[in-house]
C-alpha cells in the first residue's frame, strides 16, 4: 500500500480490481483518518495479458467471486505465462499472500496443449514455508516486469546505501 499526499494506493487484486483505475467506496483499506477514498490500481496496468482476458476477469467475477485460483483459471481461460503474472504481481494475494506460493498454485491449475490437454496433473500442496517469501527487492523486480513500477519499495531505495552520503 503506497501512501502521497494522503492518497492511498492499493494494489491489483483479482478479486476487488475493476479493468480501470477506481476510487474504492468500500475500502477495507487501514486509514481510518483519511477524507479520501483510496484508489484501487486497474487491471489494465498488468503488462503482457490481453486487453481482452483483463476484461473477462473482471466480467468474470462479476458473475460471482472466484472461489479459488483453479476457479479463476478455469472461468477465465488463463494460459500459464497469464497466471504466473498474476502471481508474480500480487494480485492473487486473496487466494495466498505468498507470492511465490500464488504463482506456484496458479501454474497447475492452467490447461495443458497437445496432447496433455486432457490431462490433469496433480501435486502435493506446499509447505506453508516450502518457497520462502519473497524479499523486497524480490517483490520490486517482480512488480517491475509485470506493471513496469511498483508500489514496494523504489529501485533507488536499494542503491542508497551504496552512495556516498556527500554526493546525496
Same mark, same amino acid.
Given at each position: 500500500?503506497q501512501k502521497?499526499?494522503s !492518497? ?6 483479482i478479486q476487488?480490481?475493476t479493468?480501470?483505475?477506481a476510487?474504492e467506496y468500500k ?6 483518518n483519511?477524507?479520501?477514498?483510496p484508489v ?5 496496468q498488468i503488462?503482457n /495479458?490481453s486487453?481482452?482476458k $483483463? ?13 479459488? /485460483?483453479a +476457479?479463476l483459471?478455469r472461468r !477465465?481461460?488463463l494460459?500459464k505465462k497469464?497466471?504466473?503474472i498474476l502471481?508474480?504481481?500480487g494480485a492473487?494475494? +486473496?487466494? +495466498?499472500k505468498?507470492?511465490f506460493h500464488a ?8 490447461k ?6 486432457t490431462?490433469?496433473i !496433480?501435486e502435493?500442496?506446499?509447505k506453508?514455508?516450502q518457497?520462502? $517469501? ?5 517483490k520490486? !523486480?517482480l512488480?517491475?516486469?509485470g ?5 514496494e519499495d523504489h ?12 554526493? $546525496?
Amino acid at each position: 500500500m503506497q501512501k502521497d499526499h494522503s !492518497v492511498v494506493v492499493l494494489p491489483i487484486d483479482i478479486q476487488m480490481s475493476t479493468f480501470e483505475t477506481a476510487l474504492e467506496y468500500k475500502s477495507t483499506s487501514n486509514e481510518k483518518n483519511s477524507k479520501l477514498f483510496p484508489v484501487r490500481l486497474g487491471l489494465n496496468q498488468i503488462k503482457n /495479458i490481453s486487453q481482452k482476458k $483483463l476484461r473477462k476477469i473482471e466480467m468474470m467475477r462479476g458473475l460471482h467471486a472466484y472461489s479459488s /485460483i483453479a +476457479d479463476l483459471c478455469r472461468r !477465465v481461460g488463463l494460459e500459464k505465462k497469464e497466471v504466473e503474472i498474476l502471481g508474480s504481481i500480487g494480485a492473487l494475494r +486473496d487466494f +495466498d499472500k505468498n507470492r511465490f506460493h500464488a504463482t506456484w498454485s496458479a501454474i497447475g491449475n492452467t490447461k495443458l496443449n497437445g496432447i496433455l490437454e486432457t490431462s490433469k496433473i !496433480v501435486e502435493k500442496s506446499l509447505k506453508e514455508d516450502q518457497l520462502g $517469501l519473497p524479499n523486497n527487492l524480490c517483490k520490486m !523486480v517482480l512488480d517491475y516486469n509485470g506493471l513496469g513500477f511498483s508500489l514496494e519499495d523504489h529501485p533507488v531505495s536499494f542503491l542508497r546505501n551504496l552512495i556516498p552520503e556527500n554526493l $546525496l
